[in-house]
């Protein structure tokens, strides 16, 4: 059997979404909107795993408004594709709980987000950050997804859900039951990097602010960010065997062809042999361009909290219509009496 091709992604409501999200994930939800039907959560479940999200209920709904109000501005379309938050579809808990019982704990043991994530005291985590890939994989197989668009950093958790899905097949001998979900990585900034340290990805919880470009920063922090960008003392490359060794300057590089839609050599060859601060101060305009729309769009969707609790309930309503009758069946197939 072969299973329609359906998208399903998400992201989590912890502080703001920056460029990383932005270029690694949403620009392509965007696109692939017009390629087959599309599902965009905001992982609230997931956010509550780590001190970030835990026990801060008014700041937890704010920034899922924010989440979804990031998506509605940079194109995810509300009326075409259905946005919700997970915490308002049960059934993402409930196959959670059967996938529970389906992955092994080596399995999670190798996980190496959890291990980032839970530092040097793991014991002191919660039990939901050490399982939170197996929701993961409730929240794609609900809607039997065939297509994650993701960032480089959640390619092991796919290989997971893909595991997931695989074992839950054989073991209720129902083979195809669950498609195993292709993670869709592409672009030219699949990774984004820290501004400060060449090394470290760009993240929400980087505790500097100015390694990363939030949505939510003005034009002047966002040049002010770039100028600030660490480099090498060299000039630009002028082939790309000359990046070897220099992430800073290769991250720089990705991100203006993935914001420019060109190809790495394109802007090497752009480029070439040129001193940071020009190159530097053609990206800030460059990444303000494309930014500040998004923004603005998101400013004026956030004035109206009350429109977007309504986007997100209908979004919730459309996603169970598909997530109940897939829950029906597994409960059948694993043999609980409905
Ligand atoms: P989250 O919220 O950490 O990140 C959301 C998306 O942004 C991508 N991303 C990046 N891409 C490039 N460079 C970066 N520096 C960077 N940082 C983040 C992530 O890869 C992700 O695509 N576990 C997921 C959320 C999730 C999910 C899902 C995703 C929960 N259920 C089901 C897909 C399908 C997460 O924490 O993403």
Redesign the pocket.
Known sequence: MTHKPLV?????PTNTLHL??Y???LKNWVRMQEEMPCFFCV?DM?AITADAGYGKPAELAQSTREVAAAYIAAGVDPKRTPIFNQGQVPEHAELSWIFNCVARLGWLDRMTQFKEKSGKHKERSSVGLYTYPV??AA??LIYKATH?P?????KQ?LELSRDIAQKFNNDFNAPDFFPLPEPVITGT?????SLRDGAK???KSDESDNSRINLTDDAAAIADKIRRAKTDPHPLPAGKDELAGRPEAENLINIYAALSDKSQDAVIGEFAGQQFSGFKSALADLTVAKIEPITREMRRLLADPAEIDRILKDGARRAREVATPVMEEVKKKVGFIA
Do not use: C, P, Y
């Open positions: 399903l992604s998400g992201m989590q990383g999200n270029l690694g994930a992982v997931h929701l993961m929240d794609i994650v993701v960032g480089e950093d959640q958790h900034a699949t990774r984004v990097m990805k760009m993240s």
